[in-house]
Each structure stands twice: as structure tokens, then as C-alpha cells.
């Protein structure tokens, strides 16, 4: 079974000094998560703004990532959803204006699979009304901010399946202006020093192991470890984390080599245009801007729900990895709805992007074979209809 999502974790590099790419203008803070660095992003948000009294509202889009909300609430700040443009993963402004109150502290532009939020109008709104841009490039690398320091702070995560696969962290990126402040917020946390002895690197060899075929293929018979299933966990602690040198580098070393398969894709499934299907990636990750942009996987839209759950299960049969990424809208989540205002009918924009989406595996086991498979299977889904 080739993996939905993964690269493999590296070993420090040694003598590598690679400058972070965004270095110029952010001070690097490695947290314990994406989510605790998102949610030290809240906090500074917050303890910038000169709100008083009233409970902190923080944006963020109404499809997305559990982890956003638990980050949001950790803080004691109210999460408000903001609704989809149609067939597209980002925030519709003109929705994002209105959502905006006296209470917001900042809004939160969460890149999709490798695509950055359309960072430069949200940054416009932000500044309009006094509040944070916070840019969350959990699955995107290089984050945006590399490129042009708009947002006030960024957040990358680590984890496993992400574009820099630590087997876990995070990093908080502030902005310069920022710095001296948030030093004060953040010195505060506690920190701990990630070690690179034998446990760590016993671990390593066992997850690389699990990424490939075979290994991928022993996993998913295992059903407790519910493989792949969006679920909301709150978060309890925050913490600095002390990276060993080099091991950040030479995760960057090894996804700036990785195969580019966006254009692939968007090549060779271009006839689903024509079936009613949806594609919305392959334009911004593989054109000029898009350069050295690494994706978390190929995701794209079905004409609807049954065609999307047949393909679905069409490609898995054969061995490919494809699945609905989280699924569900925000408020439909288990464990989320009772945090937020409004229900999934509220959004109906992000309801039908979770309804049709289905994402394919882009990482760099990805062969012509498989390609040619995915094509094979989209073509016989599609013509049930
Ligand atoms: C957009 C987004 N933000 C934040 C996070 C949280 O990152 P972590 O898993 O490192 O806590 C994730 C995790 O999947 C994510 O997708």
C-alpha cells in the first residue's frame, strides 16, 4: 500500500549551516507541537492587543485542521469560523470583514496541503482593524513569510506527514518588531532539550521502516491505531523544545530535493475538468510563486459526495493511498462542536469541500506506475455516474 502521506525522517546534519530561509526578518522559537506554537502565537496575539474584559476571538476558516481550534481554546480565546470561497480552501474576505469585531485579536491563514492562504488581502484586513495576522504553514515549506514578512508571526509544524517530518515539534516564527515583547511571553515556558541518543534514533529507523509498502501495509491492519481519523484533542501543555544543531537543516536539505509531483498530477488528471471535477492546486503550487513549494499531498474536488467515496475506495483496493482528509467541516468534528457558534449549514462553501474532496499521496515514492493507476481508477469511478 503506497503511504497517503510521509517523508522520512532525517539524521542531524553535521557542519551544515544552512540560514533558515525566513532568518532575515523572524526569530526562530521551537515549540513541542504546531499546535502549542499556534497557540503561543495566540497568546502573544493577545497579550498585544489591548483588549480588555471581553473573551478574545481569534479567526480561522470553518474547513481546517482540529488543532486550530484546540490552540485557540487553550488560550482562553473564543475560535469564530469564517466560511470557504466555493471549491477553494481558503477564507472568503468579504465573510472574514464581517466576522471581524471588537473582541478579534487575530486571524489565522491556514496554508492547505502546501498552498499558502492568500495571505496579502487577509494581511490588508488585519492591519485595517489593528489585529494579528498569524500565518499557519503547518503543511506548507517554506512558509510565506520566507518570501515577504506580512504576517506578524508564522507557525510550522514537525510532526509526521508534514513537509519536515521531525517525528514531532513545531517552531514559532515572530516577526522582528514583535521579538522583544514576545521574548518576555515566551522565556517564561518551560524548555525542554530534544535528544538524539539511541531511543530517538531506534525510533527514527522504525518509523522510516513504516513509510514504505510493506511496512505501511502491516500498519493499517492495525484498526485500534485508527490510521488516518480526524479527531479533536484538546492541548494541555506548552513548551520550548532545545533542537539538537543541524537536525532542522537537514530536514530542509532533504525536502528541497524531494520530486515536484503537483504538475504531474495536474497533467494527467486535467480530463476530469470536462467530468464536472474540480482542480485547484496544481496552478498555485507548481507556477512561478510555487517554486520549491512542497506538498502534503494532491488534493482536489469530485463532482460529489458518492463519486468521491467510490474513487475513494477504488484507489485504496489497488493500493494507493487516497482518502477525504479530515472529512468533515469544523463544526461536524467530534469534540469541536460544542466549542464553536453555528453548525457545518452555517458554511456551506466548506461543507461541500468536505464533502467532495479527495487527496492523493505526493511524497517521493510516488512512481509513473502509480500515476498511471490513479488515472486508470479516476476514469472508471467517473463513468458510473
Ligand atoms: C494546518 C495545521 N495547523 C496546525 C497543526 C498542528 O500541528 P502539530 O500536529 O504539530 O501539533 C496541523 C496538524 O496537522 C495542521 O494541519
Known amino acids: 500500500m503506497l503511504r497517503p502521506v510521509g517523508s522520512r525522517a532525517p539524521v542531524p546534519h553535521s557542519g551544515t549551516h544552512l540560514g533558515l530561509p525566513w532568518a532575515e526578518n523572524y526569530h526562530t522559537w521551537y515549540m513541542g507541537s504546531g499546535t502549542q506554537a499556534l497557540s503561543a502565537a495566540v497568546r502573544l496575539a493577545i497579550s498585544w492587543s489591548s483588549l480588555e474584559g471581553a473573551v478574545p476571538e481569534v479567526i480561522l476558516p470553518a474547513y481546517g485542521c482540529p488543532d486550530l481550534v484546540a490552540a485557540v481554546v487553550a488560550q482562553g480565546a473564543r475560535p469564530v469560523l469564517v466560511d470557504l470561497l466555493p471549491d477553494c480552501p481558503f477564507m472568503d474576505t468579504e465573510k472574514l470583514s464581517q466576522a471581524l469585531s471588537d473582541a478579534t485579536v487575530a486571524v489565522i491563514g491556514a496554508g492547505f496541503l502546501g498552498m499558502p492562504e492568500q495571505l496579502p488581502m487577509l494581511a490588508d484586513l488585519c492591519r485595517e482593524r489593528g489585529v494579528w495576522l498569524i500565518e499557519d504553514s503547518a503543511q506548507c515549506f517554506p512558509p510565506d513569510c520566507a518570501r515577504e514578512p506580512i504576517a506578524d508571526c508564522a507557525v510550522l509544524s514537525f510532526g509526521r506527514g508534514k513537509p519536515i517530518n521531525l517525528m514531532g515539534g513545531g517552531a514559532l516564527l515572530v516577526r522582528d518588531d514583535h521579538n522583544p515583547a514576545a521574548a518576555n511571553v515566551l522565556c517564561g515556558l518551560p524548555e525542554e ?94 507556477g512561478a510563486n510555487g517554486e520549491g513549494q512542497v506538498i502534503l499531498r494532491y488534493g482536489f474536488l469530485a463532482p460529489n459526495r458518492k463519486t468521491r467515496d467510490r474513487a475513494i475506495k477504488a484507489l ?42 479527495i487527496t492523493l499521496p505526493s511524497h517521493e515514492d510516488v512512481t509513473d506506475q502509480d500515476v498511471s493507476v490513479i488515472v486508470t481508477m479516476l476514469s472508471a469511478a467517473t463513468a458510473r455516474d
Open 193 to 286: 532539550q530534544l535528544k538524539i541518543d539511541w531511543k530517538w534514533k531506534v525510533r527514527r529507523r522504525l518509523f522510516n521502516f513504516l513509510l514504505g509498502r510493506f511496512g505501511y501495509g502491516l500498519l493499517r491492519r492495525i484498526p485500534f491505531l485508527g490510521l488516518g481519523t480526524t479527531v479533536y484533542k484538546p492541548l494541555t501543555s506548552l513548551y520550548r523544545v532545545r533542537l539538537p544543531a543541524g537536525l532542522l537543516e537537514a530536514g530542509i536539505l532533504e525536502a528541497r530535493v524531494r520530486p515536484a509531483i503537483a504538475s504531474k498530477y495536474g497533467q494527467k488528471l486535467e480530463f476530469l475538468r470536462q467530468l464536472g471535477w474540480s482542480l485547484f492546486m496544481d496552478s498555485k503550487v507548481s
Open 316 to 357: 485504496n483496493r489497488n493500493g494507493i493511498g487516497a482518502n477525504a482528509f479530515y472529512g468533515q467541516a469544523l463544526p461536524d468534528i467530534e469534540g469541536v462542536s460544542g466549542l464553536l457558534h453555528g453548525s457545518a449549514r452555517n458554511f456551506p462553501n466548506a461543507a461541500s469541500f468536505a464533502e467532495r474532496l
